[in-house]
């Protein structure tokens, strides 16, 4: 009997392929239209975000007269800056993203990753998880494939931790926001956590701790059939991933800046730096186990990391916090009750809880 190679079977199919020439020409014209269409839009874009600061001013302190020194004045003046800048900065990046995700699927990203190293497993899963169209609850199903593919458990952990926690909107915020340092801090800490603790994991040989159902599961047979997509497939998946995740996050957006104007209006200064500043050696597990209990995404929770550090929160303190935010969740657990053995569970939390305590320790001291 003839066997089918899995990691070859991908076939992509084209629209030449298919023998459709009219569509191939229609699809060049419709690029083009988005292309046009994109110039004007994001150049747009641009002018209206560069003068969000000088309107939010103009309307809270000459329209509505509301005095600069005043908390409900500096409040409502942060909500109203912050609220369209944010939503405008995660609509670009979101549609930026999603045609970058049109090139990987779930059958394509486990290719990627069956049949490697452990170690090389552990950066390239690492490094997938960014790119990858999966948050936690969505890359389960993955995981049990990747198990079932004989992708080793460590490797499938690095990229459980690394498709939540570096997320790929919250860096481009967080550029947009502090900077492209911080940024920076946040991507490269969180990839270190991904590939540590997925090797951590590996080694402590835990495949015995998944539940028995997700051993049994067998990958199916046969070849899977891709079609390749066009340009304008792709710029119509990014605009349907702008409607679908900004559709979605938005009430969480205006939640966290709304919590951060509040801070920012409010809180005096100097109180947060007493309480997550570098002096308080507590503060960084304190804001790991404040974060875990809580459930947001990178976009509702950094509006609120933004309003901490002005406050004088510290660096590492408020990345730990976002950080457990993001990996880490009651939800989470729930959801991974459904694979993996409470053992195993308790493992992986505390393994990337303690990744996420050293990284904030290590920024408090260097920066």
Known sequence: MKTIDQNACCCPVTNQERG??????????????????????LAAWVLVYLNLEAFSR??????????????FGRAVQFFLYDTPKVLMLLTLVV???GVV??????????RILAGRSETAGNILASLLGIV???CTCSAIPLFIGFVAAGV?????????????????????????????????????????????????????????????????????????????????????????????????????????????????????????????????????PLSVLIGIPMYSNAAGIIPVVHA???????LGTVLAFM????????????ILRKVLKPRLIGVFFGTVGVGIVIVGYLFNLLI
């Open 20 to 41: 459709d020439p009219a569509k191939a020409s229609g699809e060049r014209r419709a690029l083009v239209r988005y292309l046009l269409a994109g110039i004007v839009v």
């Open 58 to 71: 103009l309307v809270v302190f000459n329209l509505l007269g509301l005095p600069p020194n005043n908390h």
């Open 95 to 97: 549609f930026g993203v």
């Open 101 to 110: 995700r049109s090139f990987f699927t779930p059958e394509r990203t486990r």
């Open 132 to 134: 990858t169209p999966f």
């Open 152 to 284: 080793p458990l460590g490797v499938t952990f690095s990229f459980l931790v690394s498709a939540p926690m570096v997320n790929e909107i919250a860096v481009v915020l967080l550029f947009g926001l502090f900077g492209w340092e911080v940024a920076a801090i946040y991507l490269g800490t969180g990839l270190m956590i991904a590939m540590v603790s997925g090797w951590v994991i590996g080694r402590l040989r835990m495949e015995h701790q998944l539940e028995d159902w997700v051993m049994q599961v067998q990958m199916g047979e046969g070849c899977v059939v891709e079609e390749q997509k066009t340009w304008p497939d792709r710029i119509r998946y990014g605009l349907d991933a702008v409607r679908d995740i900004v559709g979605k996050v938005w009430k969480y957006v205006v939640l966290g800046i709304a919590v951060g104007a509040i801070i920012h209006g409010y809180v005096p200064e100097g109180f947060m730096a007493s309480i997550m500043g570098r002096g308080a050696w507590w503060s960084v």
């Open 308 to 314: 901490l550090l002005e406050k004088g929160a510290a």
């Open 323 to 334: 950080m457990s935010v993001i990996a880490l969740s009651l939800p989470e657990a729930i």
